[in-house]
């Protein structure tokens, strides 16, 4: 499993900060980068977040952004966790909950989409341009 995360949880890993940080849930963990404390997930504390965790063979990406303006942020982009490389996907989409059928946060999600393979940089600008577009809080 992959799915993005969106909070405050300290119990697996955590970003710079109080948060919330963008994170990777793969599984068994809740992940900010490859190490539990990663310096450079940054909180993003805007009305609306555009939250993207990228799934490539031998590492992972984590980005975000105020959803109704700006360019990306990159969180994370580089290898996997220990026990989590190489990728190994089965495929699946759950939306609200996490891998474990937990509900043990709150939150609000508007909308998603799943891609096939490893988006560009440049796709995940046209992606996030489209989303301010949309004029969230507007």
Do not use: H
Not at 78 to 86: S, T
Request: with cysteine; aromatic share 12%; charged share 15%.
């Amino acid at each position: 499993m992959e799915a993005v995360y969106f909070g405050t949880s300290k119990v697996w890993g955590y970003g710079e900060g109080s948060g919330p940080w963008v994170m990777a849930d793969m599984e068994n963990g809740l992940f900010a980068g490859n190490e539990r404390y990663n310096p450079n997930n940054t909180p993003l504390t805007y009305e609306f977040v555009t939250a993207m965790v990228k799934g490539g063979t031998n590492g992972f990406a984590l980005k975000g952004a105020d959803a109704t303006q700006g360019k990306f942020q990159v969180m994370y982009d580089g290898p996997r966790p220990n026990g989590y490389q190489p990728m190994k996907k089965q495929g699946s989409i759950g939306l609200g909950i996490g891998g474990d059928n937990s509900d043990s946060t709150l939150g609000t999600f508007y909308e998603g989409c799943v891609t096939q393979g490893y988006t560009t940089d440049a796709t995940d600008d046209a992606v996030q341009a489209d989303i301010v577009s949309v004029g969230y809080g507007q």
